[in-house]
Every structure is written in C-alpha cells, then in structure tokens.
C-alpha cells in the first residue's frame, strides 16, 4: 500500500494544504510518495524532501507545469497512478480543480474534502454545509481523496527522502493560461492563519475594512469576509469564507457585523474560540460563538485594536 | 451552438438538513427543494449567451427520481428551451452523473456545457471534472466571467490567490461560481410559458452505463455541537476574557 501526495508549492515552499494531505496519507498508513510538478521548481523538490514521512519524491519539471493546469496535471497523476493504492491532495483551488479529472480517467469514485480517516478505505466528511458528517467507505481499487487542510495538522520537517525525476505527461493544448490576477498581501494566507478578524455587511464599505486590516495586523493574523461582504464589493473574493468560499479552523476567529448564515457557518464553525460583535443581539452567529458582544462595531472594534 | 446545463434537484439552501436518528442518511421527507444554487446561475449564465446571440438553443438536463421535472420545469421558466430528464431512482455518486451526462452529451452534441461548481447537499464538486475528463474536453471550474470569442471560450475563475483567465477550444466544460451572475426571477408568464416546452424522459437504463455503487455510506452523524457561549458586556470584558480564560492573545 503506497500513497501519492501530489504537492502544491510556489517553486520554493511547499502549501500548508499539501502539508496537512501528508499528514492524512500518514494515517492511511504504508509508503506515502510526492509528486511535485511544477517548472524550475527544485527548491520545492528538496523542501517536500525534508518533510517527515515522505519516502520519494518524484519531480515533473517542465515548462507545461510552471501553472496548474488541470487537463495536463491531471494526464500527468493517472499516468503513475496506477501504482498507488491511494492518490490524495489538498482541498484547494488547484486540487479541487484537477483531482476529479483524474477520479474519472481512472474510473474510480473520489472521496472529497475528508476531515478525517476511520480507515485505510474508510473517510469522514461533511455534506449538507457541514450541517452531517458522512463516513464513507470507497470500494474502488484505487481511493482518490482531497483532504481539507483545516482538519489536519501540517506535516513537519526531518525527513530525508529521494528525488526522482518522471517524464512529462501528454500535453493538452486546449486549453491556455491567459493571465493571473493575484491578490497581494502581507498578511498570513486565510487558511494558515492562526487568528481571523473576519466582516461581513456590517461593515458597510470596503473603507471601512481598514478598522479589520488594524485589528488583524495588532494580532498577526488574517482578514476574512462573509459572501455579502465579498458581493458588495467590499473585498476581493479570495477573502469569502464558507461553503463556497475557504474553510478556515484557526485558534481564533473574530466575525465582526456578520449575521451568520448556514453557508458561512460552513467555513468557520470549527474554529477553537469564535468572538462574535454584532449590534443585533438575535443575529445567529451568537449562537455558535464563545464570546458574544453586542455592540456597534465602529465603536467597538477601534477600542478593541487600541486596548490590544 | 448548442448549449447544455445540467441542474439538481436539491434541498433549499435556507433549509438546515438534520439527520435521521437512525443514522443512515439526513431527513428528506416533507422538506422543501430547489434548484441547487449554482446550478441557477449555471442556467442564467447560457441563456444570457443565447439573448446575446452567441448560443441558439439552451437544453436543460436532470438527472434523478420523476419529481427531477420540476427542477426542469424552473430552468425552463429561466429561459432554457427545452429539457431532458434522465430518470432513475438509483442512489447516483458524481461519477455515475458525469458517466450519464456524458451519454447525453454525446446524443445532443452541445459546444458548451455549464453545470455548478458543487450541489449544496453531497458538497462534492466533482461533476464538472469528471464530465470534461470523460468527454476528453477541457474545463474551466469556479467561472465568475465567460467570454466566447469564436471557436474559443474565455474564463476568468476564482482560485485561491485571486483571479486567474484560462482560453478553452470549444467544445468545453464550465462550472460555475456566485459571482457569475445574479439569476433572474422566474415571472408567471415564464413558468406558464415553460408549461409548453418539451421535456424528453430517458430511463437511466436505456443509456449504457452501470450505476453500481462505486462508495458506501457507512453513517451519517450530526456534527459536535459547539457549547454555547456567554455575552460580554463590554471590550474590555471581552479582552480580559481572552487573555484570562481562553488565553488566545
């Protein structure tokens, strides 16, 4: 029994997501290797070396892969698959992505987004907004699984494995990167982070974000939104936390003027501590928070940042 | 071109599932459904290509037990022109879906497909994937803006670090995000307008493919429930609360 892990990594550093795959690879338990594909990307290659539990990398390294592409990433993973008893990744963008195409080249159902494994064939995952908790059994030969990485530790380093180069998969020329537009921030990434100061509609402008920006650096963590925030305008997208958006569990999440909808819940309800400030003392999110303060948030949220 | 979009019959998305106490599935019974969410905006995204004249004919596809029609039936009265129902009472996993709209592919020869990015009940987002790998056509999932320049379709997705615009060769696959579009409502012109519009039953069956469970569900449990927590009085008793009890900061 031997896993496949296939990375995600900027060329130097492997993703926490990819990390916490590792860690669930770890519990299926046997052999776990690392495909890293990717274009100029020895850094990473040597990094997913080191991490502890990794037996063999096998390294990609072509133009084709500098961008993660589905169609040929997905080529790629089923040519070697086949020597696997499981093939797993994170549940991000890019695994969400790809992941599937490889389930149905293979022919064998995948199991998505598990938070924990009951068994080498045995997963649990959420359905329903993450209202239900299915446990699921694949019975196909080879288990193809994402793994959300707020469910797992992070993989650490000491380990020593070796790297080996495969060959480039079949190209897939119908498909083309026109351009990326990536949100820059100094901030940590949203689903690393330890804390989350999180608006949502209260915030009443994009402006007005700044107030989260100040209480998020005061504590180093990250900025976050619910979808009416992201809707309205107020910030970009990749900041949504939720059933559609990013599923978060950090040591502390602030939600400041969110109502608490089902489909936000869904990102964040397994956060350890959760702090709600919203003016309407009936608003749902008090219901899940640890400490509720019902108050006007442009009071309260600039005397929070200066008191901290 | 042909478009095709393909719509679940789901549970309504401001509806809390809850579990049967026997543990064997949630409780469906007596529940309000819908059209899965993305799915809507799956339907308003190829009916506005058509209004804009680059797509002639919309065709709505479900697949599921009878009362699929009615799901149909609203993607009609949204603007598709007609609809097929690919109907079995079997329990369907996203492969068997991507297997089965394949077929209905390969009969209807669309240029484009759209379905969702994920159905809000099983949360798997696989359907789209699956579908393009099996039809060996590329994909673009998580589409907040489409584009069709000529032979080609032009997507803007939402990836986890911002935005990212791929250039597809049609024939393609797109699953879509919220920030697509804003469906439109449905008017009582429309819907008695789509009583009129055709919907083809196919039995499941009668496509070729196998729909023998390919996972088993061995339990479905609620969630932990989190412990209710208390209300503050004021910042500063929420910072000693912090500091002192939970010691977080």
């Known amino acids: ?308 | 071109m042909k478009a095709l979009v393909a719509v679940k019959r789901v549970i309504d998305y401001n509806l809390k599932a809850r579990v049967k106490s026997d543990g064997s599935d949630v409780d469906l019974a007596g529940v309000k459904m819908s059209m899965n969410p993305f799915d809507e905006i799956a339907v308003e995204e190829a009916v506005r290509l058509k209004e804009a004249g680059v797509v002639t004919e919309v065709v709505a596809v479900s697949i599921g037990v009878a009362a699929c029609a009615e799901t149909l039936r609203t993607a009609m009265a949204l603007g598709a022109d007609r609809a097929v129902l690919v109907e079995t009472a079997a329990e369907l996993e996203p492969l068997h879906v991507a297997k089965l709209l394949k077929a209905v592919a390969d009969k209807e020869q669309p240029q484009l497909v759209f379905l969702g990015k994920q159905a809000i009940d099983d949360d798997a987002g696989q359907t789209g994937q699956m579908l393009a790998a099996l039809l060996r056509w590329p994909q673009a999932t998580f589409a907040s803006k489409v584009s069709v320049n000529g032979g080609a379709v032009e997507v803007t997705r939402e990836v986890d670090g911002g935005l990212e615009t791929l250039a597809l060769d049609l024939p393609a696959v797109v699953t879509v995000d919220l920030r697509l579009n804003s469906p439109r409502y449905v008017t009582l012109p429309s819907i008695m307008k789509a009583k009129k519009k055709v919907i083809d039953t196919l039995p499941a069956e009668t496509l070729g493919v196998s729909l023998a469970p390919r996972t088993q569900v061995l339990k479905v449990s609620e969630p932990k429930a989190r412990a209710g927590g208390i209300k503050v009085a004021d910042v500063a008793a929420l910072i000693d609360k912090l500091k002192n009890e939970a010691k977080v900061i």
């Open chain 1, 1 to 308: 029994m031997t896993t496949l892990v296939i990375a995600e990594h900027d060329n130097t550093s492997i993703k926490g997501a990819t990390r916490a795959a590792i860690t669930a690879a770890l519990q299926v338990g046997g052999d776990i290797h690392v495909l890293l594909a990717g274009h100029q990307c020895s850094g990473a290659a040597s990094t997913a070396a080191g991490i502890a539990g990794v037996a063999k990398v096998l390294v990609a390294d072509a133009p084709a892969y500098a961008h993660p592409l589905a169609e040929s990433l997905a080529a790629l993973v089923v040519n070697l698959a086949r020597d696997y008893s499981h093939v797993m990744t994170g549940a991000t963008a890019v695994g969400k992505n790809f992941m599937p195409r490889v389930a149905a080249q293979l022919d064998v159902a995948q199991i998505s987004d598990i938070t924990a494994v009951e068994a080498p064939d045995t997963f649990v995952r959420t359905i329903y907004a993450g209202n239900a908790l299915a446990t699921v059994k694949a019975l196909d030969a080879i288990k193809v699984v994402t793994v959300r990485g707020s469910a797992f530790e992070a993989a650490g380093d000491g380990g020593a494995a070796a790297i080996e180069p495969v060959p480039e998969g079949p190209a897939f020329p119908a498909a083309r990167l026109v351009r990326e537009e990536l949100t820059k921030s100094e901030r940590p990434e949203l689903t690393a982070a330890r804390v989350i100061v999180s608006g949502g509609r209260g915030l009443g402008s994009g402006e007005n974000f700044h107030l989260l920006d100040k209480l998020a650096d005061k504590l180093g963590g990250a900025v976050g939104a619910s979808r009416a925030a992201v809707d309205a305008g107020y910030v970009p997208n990749d900041y949504q936390v939720g059933q559609t958006g990013k599923i978060v569990a950090p040591d502390l999440y602030i939600a400041v003027g969110i109502s608490g909808a089902i489909q936000h819940l869904a990102g964040m309800k397994d956060s350890k501590l959760i702090v709600a400030i919203n003016k309407d003392a009936e608003a749902p999110i008090f219901e899940v928070a640890d400490y509720g303060l019902v108050a006007d948030l442009f009071q309260a949220v600039p005397e929070l940042t200066a008191a901290l």
